[in-house]
């Protein structure tokens, strides 16, 4: 789900179902959730279900085959809120628990549906063994609509599938976003869950350069960065506009 959609969802939830998220995401407890949303268990059960369908969160399986797939939708669920709304979790949500790590590992794609994916099969083979191996950056070029992000996606998911050790991250440029390092490295230090930055920080390419690169070197991501040329100086388009 891409962020526009996510906040468009988000702003209009109805009242009860947006404060049972919000005490999701502040990590309290379901006797708590339900004083102060003034619900039954039960409603508070059908008001989780209500939000994965909201946010389109897939199980794996179906809820009347697995009792147990609302546990597994839970994490992507807060998963899903951290990526674009990361200043909503509390230090208390426990979304890194060993019981949910590898749910909160699972891509939460986008555009890519393997169950309606077709063609592309040459490239996909040309390129898998690529990033399956020492392949650690890779370009797709083309005109708008033609499919980049979702090629991009099903190549994360299917070497998610084959090795899941690491944490797929999702960052768009958006139309008019400052190009400065600074802005974007502190919207993607966010997505990879380090939010603390005092403002000398933020305006310190030098250590948010530093700092970017010990995250990154302390687990392994997999970062797709989507319109990356609105990054780009349009009269040498092929440098940045911030050199950092």
Not at 101 to 113: D, G, M, R, V
Not at 161 to 174: M, P, T
Not at 188 to 203: S, V
Not at 224 to 243: C, G
């Amino acid at each position: 789900m891409r962020r526009e959609k996510f906040l468009e969802v988000f702003d209009n939830l109805p009242t009860k179902r947006k404060q049972v998220l919000l005490g999701i995401l502040r990590g309290d407890t379901r006797e708590k959730i339900m004083a102060e949303v003034g619900v039954s268990p039960d409603a508070l059960t059908q008001h989780r279900r209500q939000l994965y369908k909201d946010f389109k969160i897939e199980g794996l399986q179906n809820e009347a085959d697995d009792p147990r797939s609302g546990e597994r939708k839970l994490p992507l669920l807060i998963a899903l809120c951290a990526q674009y709304q990361p200043d909503l979790i509390s230090p208390n949500t426990d979304r890194l628990s060993p019981s949910c790590s590898e749910s909160l590992l699972f891509p939460n794609f986008s555009t890519y549906n393997p169950q309606t994916w077709v063609g592309r099969e040459s490239i996909v083979e040309e390129l898998l063994p690529k990033l399956q191996g020492q392949t650690r950056l890779l370009w797709i070029k083309g005109i708008s609509g033609i499919g980049k992000t979702t090629l991009g996606e099903c190549l994360a998911s299917k070497t998610w599938e084959k090795e899941r050790s690491f944490q797929w991250i999702y960052l768009e440029i958006l139309e008019g976003q400052s190009p400065d390092f600074a802005s974007v490295a502190a919207e993607l230090l966010a997505k990879l869950g380090d939010r603390e930055l005092d403002p000398q920080e933020r305006n310190n390419p030098d250590r948010l350069s530093k700092r970017l690169l010990q995250k990154l070197q302390s687990h392994s991501y997999w970062i797709q960065i989507d319109s990356l040329e609105r990054l780009l100086n349009p009269e040498q388009p092929t440098e940045f506009v911030d050199a950092y």
